[in-house]
């Protein structure tokens, strides 16, 4: 088996031959950490809807708003946390 970048089968024996996909590392990686972001979210709201119920959680939440609450919940962690030494 060959292993190229870590992952087992990726090179030359391709079914498309040599030829580049056009996906960078990158874009692989930013692409994925959007996609468990989005899936974050949805755990979230079907938490919130599960106690709350279906309508005021359609109504009143707003995924932008929570995107930005746990994004200041994480800042303010780093620096309540200390850093281990």
Not at 27 to 32: H, I, K, P, R, Y
């Amino acid at each position: 088996m060959e292993y190229r970048n870590g992952l087992p089968g990726v090179g030359s024996s391709s079914p498309f031959g040599d030829q580049h996909t056009g996906l960078s590392q990158g874009a692989l990686f930013g692409f994925s950490v959007a996609l468990v972001s989005y899936n974050v979210l949805a755990v979230i709201k079907a938490a919130l809807r599960s106690v709350h119920g279906e309508l005021i959680i359609a109504n009143e939440v707003s995924d932008y708003y929570l995107a930005g609450h746990l994004g200041r919940t994480y800042d303010g962690m780093m620096i309540a946390v200390p850093e281990e030494e």
